[in-house]
Nanobody, 130 residues
């Protein structure tokens, strides 16, 4: 059974940085991708970034391109999201998702859309406020 656990959320000032972690377990092969989505209060969940652990390809939504960096540590089965230059509108619950449907995850992230499939974590709160 696949498990996904996020950590690293917290309170940060506008312009500040935060690193989120996503620990994944239970996959029997390395053909899957990991994505980060956010859901702000009263809004739909939207994609930010994803990475394909088996080849390291990374993808970003236009709204975070240049500010967020996704990376992986395959030895620890963990994916990180380094978030820099955070804006107030970045306040949201951030979710990590693991999915074997890699093209679907990439499309959702690049378009900044929601996605229903995959295995989701419980989310971690990020609050950007002074």
């Amino acid at each position: 059974q696949v498990h996904v656990v996020e950590s690293g959320g917290g309170l940060v000032q506008p312009g500040g940085s935060l690193r989120l972690s996503c620990a994944v377990s239970g996959f029997t092969s390395d053909y899957y991708a990991i994505g980060w989505f956010r859901q702000a209060p009263g809004k739909e969940r939207e994609g930010d970034s994803c990475i394909s652990p088996h080849d390291g390809s990374t993808y970003y939504a236009e709204s975070v391109e240049g500010r967020f960096t996704i990376s992986r540590d395959n030895a620890k089965n963990t994916v990180y999201l380094q978030m820099n230059s955070l804006k107030r509108e970045g306040t949201a619950v951030y979710y990590c998702v693991a999915d074997v449907n890699i093209p679907k995850l990439i499309v959702a992230v690049v378009a900044g859309n929601a996605m229903e499939s995959g295995t989701w974590g419980q989310g971690t709160q990020v609050t950007v406020s002074s």
